[in-house]
């Protein structure tokens, strides 16, 4: 039931784009994205909803396709604060309950 | 300041002596859940509870405990810990309200069993 990230790491220098996609085998209600940077604690980027919206968080967005049930997170002209583990988190129900994590992408940023 | 308490920060104890990790927010959350965090598997559920006295497993359950007698209290016990769940544990609660319900985690146990 865990998701799948991919990929597991990527290496950028300031300024370019990432992608991390997240997929699942079951149906969703929404996907969740948090950010860790090491030594600390996840911390929530945002949640989509089943219905195929965008978000963006500063120059952090993402996707959520329910057919295909996969999310992806885009980073645009990504800055060195963008370093960390990249987790998305499923929930298959309505309400929080069990929320499953993906093995994480860890996004190392250079000058 | 809201946040998520957890105590202690580290602890290294031996096998088969019980622990309880402590987890407290003052948010007023109804929603409360414990991870752990291994290498290279991300964070897996332990268990969780959607209000007072209610408790559901996660994925990895056996070996841990935990009761919610109080709205903001969420300890985590190990009856009789054992080297295998020497890990990173995080608490977490959130509001279940609407559908935007984030996750805000504590700052972490580090766990060593001998």
């Known amino acids: 039931q865990q998701p799948v990230q991919s990929p597991q790491a990527v290496i950028l220098r300031e300024g370019e784009d990432a992608v991390i996609n997240c997929s699942s085998s079951?149906?969703?209600?929404?996907v969740h994205w948090y950010r860790q940077k090491h030594g600390e604690a996840p911390v929530f980027l945002m949640i989509?909803?089943?219905?195929?919206e965008q978000k963006g968080h500063d120059k952090i967005s993402a996707s959520f396709n329910e057919k295909k049930q996969q999310s992806s997170l885009y980073l645009t002209a990504s800055q060195l604060s963008y370093s960390g583990t990249y987790f998305c988190?499923?929930?298959?129900?309505?309400?929080?309950?069990?929320?499953?994590f993906g093995r994480g992408t860890q996004l190392t940023v250079w000058p | 300041e809201a946040q998520v308490t957890q105590n202690p920060r580290y602890l290294i104890t031996v096998t088969g002596k019980k622990l309880t990790v402590t987890c407290s927010q003052n948010?007023?959350?109804?929603?409360m859940s414990w991870y752990r965090q291994d290498p290279g598997l991300g964070l897996r559920q332990i268990y969780y509870?959607?209000?007072?006295?209610?408790?559901d497993k996660g994925d990895v359950p056996e070996g841990y405990k935990v009761s919610r007698k109080e709205k903001r209290n969420f300890p985590l016990i190990l009856e009789s810990p054992s080297p295998n769940q020497t890990s990173l544990y995080f608490c977490?609660?959130?509001?279940?309200?609407?559908?935007?319900?984030?996750?805000?985690f504590g700052n972490g146990t580090r766990l060593t069993v001998t």
């Open positions: 977490a609660s959130s509001l279940l309200t609407g559908n935007n319900s984030p996750l805000h």
């Open positions: 079951k149906a969703l209600y929404s």
């Open positions: 509870s959607m209000n007072v006295e209610v408790t």
């Open positions: 948010m007023n959350h109804e929603y």
């Open positions: 989509l909803l089943k219905g195929g």
């Open positions: 988190g499923l929930q298959r129900g309505s309400t929080l309950g069990r929320l499953y």
